[in-house]
């Protein structure tokens, strides 16, 4: 019977990313990863599986030894997808339709 290796040192770093990055910068910064492998890595830290309880906005990543903000980890996906650009900001000025029958009204008035 073969012994299988137990040694968790020769994993690939995609079983265990916490242990190799300690950043979303980490990961698109290293050059050994592919851009999938990257997005696997990214894309599971993004997770709310990773989620923290009474911060959402916060992922505590096994093995870390800090949270990482989620803003941080998807900027870094958009990086991976050539958008540098932050995502538009909500609002903006508000519009107001003109409704025809208004200013009949106006001139009855």
Not at 13 to 24: C, R
Not at 37 to 55: G, P, Q, Y
């Amino acid at each position: 019977m073969a012994n299988a290796n137990t040694n968790t040192g020769n994993l690939d770093p995609l079983f265990h990313p916490a242990a190799h990055y300690a950043s979303a910068d980490d990961v698109l910064n290293d050059d050994e990863l592919s851009v999938p492998e990257k997005r696997i890595i990214l894309s599971s830290w993004a997770s709310d599986m990773f989620a923290v309880e009474s911060c959402p906005a916060l992922r505590e990543i096994p093995g870390m030894d800090r949270a990482i903000r989620l803003a941080d980890i998807l900027a870094a996906l958009r990086r991976l997808d050539g958008d540098d650009d932050d995502p538009p900001r909500g609002g903006g000025v508000p519009m107001r339709l003109r409704r025809p029958w208004a200013a009949a009204l106006r001139r009855s008035a």
